[in-house]
């Protein structure tokens, strides 16, 4: 089987990220990364998904990004907006945590003779990040094919973001249609140490609204009602 390197944050994009890669026939090797997030339910749903969806292997690899801060996710002191979705990049954002993320993957693929990496991100129903955009993967992909031992001897690196053009519901029935069980997964920014979402950021707005879009139930574990979005 051709294998392919999936990285997988734990929530609903990975999650049916990882699934369109396993039904195409790959080998997947699934990659989460510890950076210091506010919670760590995110990477305990990663294990279960992986398990789930039928990945060949699962790592956690943990780079401490907290030592930068510059985002509420890796900064516990600051809160993370609850009052809705606003325009720009948001607080949210983890200065190069892509990057960072596709970097490992790079690495690991090369070690195992992989040309394919698989990643989550989408371009439509997302919350404004500039490293989910079809350019920054274009770019991340010709500079991936400079870099490597592999692509320098004539082993092409594709970079694959297969939703990137969906939005959140497409991406919901596209899940269900490879039986994705979401109610592994967990989106929310500040998610307790079980899984239970906040029903309030922009994370859990997002994904309330896909799933209400997709005319689907969602699963999502609250901590409290959400309230409306």
Known sequence: ???????????????TTLAIANSRGYE????????????RSELVA????????????????????TLFGGSVLTQKSRAVPVGGIKA???????????????????????VLESSDIFLGVNAIDY????????EYIAAFERMANLATKRSVEGARLSVRAPLIALSKAEIIQQG?????????TVSCYQADESGLACGVCDACRIRRTGFQAA????????????VAC
């Open 1 to 15: 089987m051709t294998k392919a390197v999936v990285l997988l944050s734990g929530g609903l994009d990975s999650a």
């Open 28 to 39: 997947c090797h699934a990659l989460s990364v510890d950076y210091g997030q506010r919670h």
């Open 46 to 65: 990663a294990a279960k998904l992986a398990q789930s969806i039928g990945a060949r292997e699962h790592k956690i690899v943990k780079v401490d990004l």
């Open 88 to 110: 720009g990049i948001p607080v949210t954002y983890v200065p190069a945590r892509n990057t960072i993320m596709l970097s490992l993957a790079l690495a690991w693929a090369e």
């Open 127 to 134: 919350s404004g990040y500039p490293d989910c955009r079809p």
């Open 176 to 184: 269900a249609l490879l039986s994705v069980d979401y109610s592994l």
């Open 215 to 226: 005319g689907m139930p969602d699963p999502t574990r609250y901590q409290f009602a959400p």
